[in-house]
């Protein structure tokens, strides 16, 4: 029996359909008490906050996001008995907003990007002496990941060689956090990063539209190692939603849109890994759903052959926080 909420937190890794030769596998971030990756950071930001002294019971939480992070917070300040002020862009679905009330979280929207709500954080904090916890640059953010899923990850891979992490990049956190606890197991993993194709800075271009949910802010984050980063992989909206489509009616997995465009990317890295290794593709086993539920004792699958390259990514939040954005129609 977990003593409160917050101590539910944690994924299981669940295996996709994979180009053949290749084993991808998600963490599916949507089982999360608060249903997405970024309840990982939110409660350390605010357990270190709490630890440094800089947060009290009487003082009031601000933080800018585009949704996820402030619905992990609004779980975690309910849970703490503390007060929370998020800023996000107004172009953010309606659903974010509806959950981050449903906590208790007072919500100022404002026109514009990510970067907007960052200049109305900071002076909300000045005028009102509110607490920013400050994602972006907050080092608690990415040592959640380390601590959490990367090492999550390499107890349900159970021995298996992780060849490549593919995670979508919003403030660098998961990436970094993830990558750090695994190339410390794996020293040849390779580590990609995923962006918007209309807002790619870190492969060169200039800030654009910020259509992508809690993905590419139009800028380099801070909290990014960018020295971990092997390469970076781009995906155009379109053809990401096109794939939260196919998962949630070929695979039974309901994702936004970040987690599709994740998976397109561990696509093709899946796909280049499995030139290099050569590996005939019947020896790597698909997905399999045979669980037998009411069998005395639930069915094992096989265990997947060493020969066959995994690739992990994240599938960072439900699909159910997309539904007014018209996505699955």
Request: one cysteine or more.
């Amino acid at each position: 029996m977990k003593r409160g909420i917050l101590g539910t937190i944690g994924s299981p890794l669940v295996q996709v359909q994979s180009p053949p030769g290749s084993v991808i596998a998600a963490k599916i971030e949507s089982k999360n008490p608060g249903g997405s990756a970024k309840d990982r950071p939110a409660l350390a930001m605010v357990e270190a906050a709490e630890a440094a002294g800089e947060l009290t019971p009487d003082d009031r939480i601000v933080e800018p996001t585009s949704g996820n992070t402030g619905i992990g917070l609004a779980v975690a300040a309910a849970a703490k008995g503390y007060d929370l002020t998020v800023v996000m862009p107004a172009s953010k679905s309606p659903e974010r907003r509806q959950l981050m009330a449903a906590y208790g979280a007072d919500l100022e929207l404002v026109e514009g990007t990510i970067s907007d709500a960052k200049e109305r954080a900071d002076e909300l904090e000045a005028e009102a002496g509110m607490v920013q916890l400050r994602q972006f640059e907050n080092p608690a953010n990415p040592e959640s990941h380390y601590r959490t899923t990367g090492e999550e990850i390499l107890r349900q891979v159970e021995g298996h060689r992780v060849d490549a992490l593919v995670a979508g990049i919003g403030t660098g956190g998961t990436v970094s956090g993830i990558g750090r606890r695994l190339r410390e197991e794996h020293p040849d993993v390779s580590i990609v990063g995923v962006e918007p194709e209309a807002n790619a800075v870190l492969s060169g271009g200039d800030p654009g539209d910020d259509d992508f949910q809690g993905m590419g802010p139009g800028f380099v984050s801070p909290n990014l190692d960018r020295d971990l980063l092997d390469d970076v992989e781009t995906v155009g909206i379109e053809a990401a939603e096109a794939e939260c489509r196919r998962l949630a009616r070929e695979e039974g997995i309901l994702v936004g849109q970040s987690s599709g465009g994740s998976l397109l990317a561990a696509k093709r890295v899946a796909e280049r890994l499995a030139e290099e290794h050569d590996v005939d593709p019947d020896r790597c086993p698909g997905p399999t759903n045979d669980v037998g539920i009411l069998a005395d004792e639930p069915r094992s699958p096989d265990p997947i052959p060493e020969a066959c390259p995994l690739v992990v990514t994240v599938f960072w939040d439900s699909g159910e926080r997309y539904m007014s954005t018209g996505m699955f129609e």
